[in-house]
């Protein structure tokens, strides 16, 4: 949601852009509102269909008209000259990363590749290469430099491959499908330039992706992330809802935890909640709660994936990695207490970097009880950083799985929720947060 004015200072978020103007990596100008951006999963679908552009004899362009993933159509502006702007890379096209007011460490980034017909020899030429089928075609994406290779399980990559995340092959594939790929065998090299020391400023190496960095991008745009301005964002979409009569919002971590909420609203009685309803809280779970109490609301569902349902376990106010280093080690006491004997298990679950990978470990049994046991964890940690002695309201925890699917719901009891301020006049029906039984996590809701 973006900010409808200045509060406190912050700058509010402009809205979606239709497209980019080039830019030559300069740092940006201060503007009134915080510009959006673009992913570097973007860079590579902008990429492929200006080369697949270009090899159907299509007059080259400046810019590439890119289908993203809220539905709208940007453009990207390519670097220039077109033919070859990087002189050790002739016959490759280059785009440069902007992440608008958001810079992190590829903030300016050249991407470059070059897209051609795949000779008879062997398809993919490199097992490490990501094979991303376009209708009856096939595209090997192999990198030259700076892209990493996904050494573990767990992460949105495929292990021994290149780190190119499952939402970015989905916008690569739509977009040459919009470009008209239908057949044949392609082969997209595809190089960041300086990527190997750029990823020495991220998690990867930690994560276990190794010599570069990854490509990523859920939807391929960047939402320029600047903390007063986010929860201030936050505040006022609390109040805005609360001044339309509703008592109940869903707090959410993200696009696949929003998708999970309103899925599982839409099954359950009373109905769907109205969209002014669903908030992404990102990683400020403290200052949403702490406004959701501010502005009187009866009822809140937080929905989560399992990493940020282990941060909210441990009772954390902001989620933010920069902040808090996942806390696996809880992870591994809980597998301790609920089974003594699996003290190997645990010890190998607390040097894991990621939870989804320390998860994969975990029989199926264990593992329902574990998520449960933490959700009960968790909603003890969330209720912790509402400000104590007010009225306050009441918590329901959903658990999404990693691809955005809803898990299974636990509530928390009426004993243990103070008193709520009475609904707003004019509440509907639908704002009561739907309720329901709840499901072994694990189990189709």
């Known amino acids: 949601m973006a900010c409808g004015a200045k509060e406190g200072g912050a700058r509010r978020l402009a809205p979606k852009p239709r497209g980019w103007q080039p830019w030559d990596g300069s740092p940006l100008p201060e503007a009134e509102e915080l510009r959006w951006g673009f992913t570097t999963g973007a860079c590579l679908a902008a990429l492929a269909c200006a080369g697949f552009r270009v090899l159907q004899g299509r007059e080259s362009q400046p810019f590439v008209d890119l289908l993203f993933g809220d539905g709208c159509v940007r453009s990207i502006p390519l670097e220039v000259p077109l033919k070859s702007p990087l002189p050790a890379h002739p016959g490759f096209l280059a785009v440069r990363k902007n992440a608008g007011d958001d810079p992190d460490c590829t903030h300016g980034a050249l991407l470059y590749a070059r897209l051609s017909e795949a000779g008879r020899g062997p398809f993919p030429p490199d097992p490490r290469d990501v094979l991303v089928p376009v209708g009856q075609a096939l595209v090997a994406v192999h990198a030259v430099e700076g892209i990493g290779v996904a050494t573990r399980q767990g992460l949105d990559a495929e292990q021994g491959r290149w780190a190119v995340n499952a939402s970015v092959q989905r916008m690569l594939a739509s977009n040459l499908a919009r470009a008209g790929m239908r057949q044949g065998r392609w082969l997209l090299e595809a ?255």
């Open 191 to 445: 190089g960041v330039e300086g990527g190997a020391e750029l990823a020495r400023h991220t998690l990867n190496p930690a994560l276990g992706i190794v010599g570069g960095i990854s490509l990523l991008g859920t939807t391929g745009l960047v939402q320029p992330f600047s903390h007063d301005a986010y929860i201030a964002s936050i505040q006022l979409q609390v109040r805005c809802a609360r001044a339309a009569g509703l008592s109940c919002m869903a707090f959410c971590t993200g696009g696949r935890t929003k998708r999970a909420a309103e899925t599982w609203c839409a099954r359950r009685a009373p109905g769907p909640l109205p969209p002014e309803a669903f908030l992404c809280m990102a990683d400020f779970a403290g200052e949403s709660l702490r406004a959701a109490q501010a502005q009187g609301l009866a009822r809140v569902l937080v929905c989560c994936m399992p990493g940020k349902l282990l941060k909210y376990a441990a009772g954390f106010d902001n989620t933010h990695a920069g902040r808090h280093a996942m806390p696996l080690g809880l992870l591994a006491d809980r597998v301790l207490r609920l089974a003594p004997g699996r003290a190997e298990l645990a010890g190998r679950l607390a040097c894991l970097p990621t939870v989804r990978e320390a998860l994969g470990l975990v029989p199926e049994a264990l593992r329902n009880e574990l998520l449960d046991d933490l959700m009960r964890l968790a909603l003890q940690g969330l209720a912790s950083l509402f400000v104590q002695g007010a009225s306050r309201p009441r918590l329901c925890l959903l658990l999404a799985d990693f691809s955005g699917s809803p898990l299974a719901l636990r509530e928390e009891p009426a004993a243990e929720a103070s008193v709520r301020r009475a609904p707003a006049p004019g509440q509907r029906r639908q704002d009561a947060c739907p309720a329901g039984a709840i499901p072994a996590p694990g189990s189709r809701p």
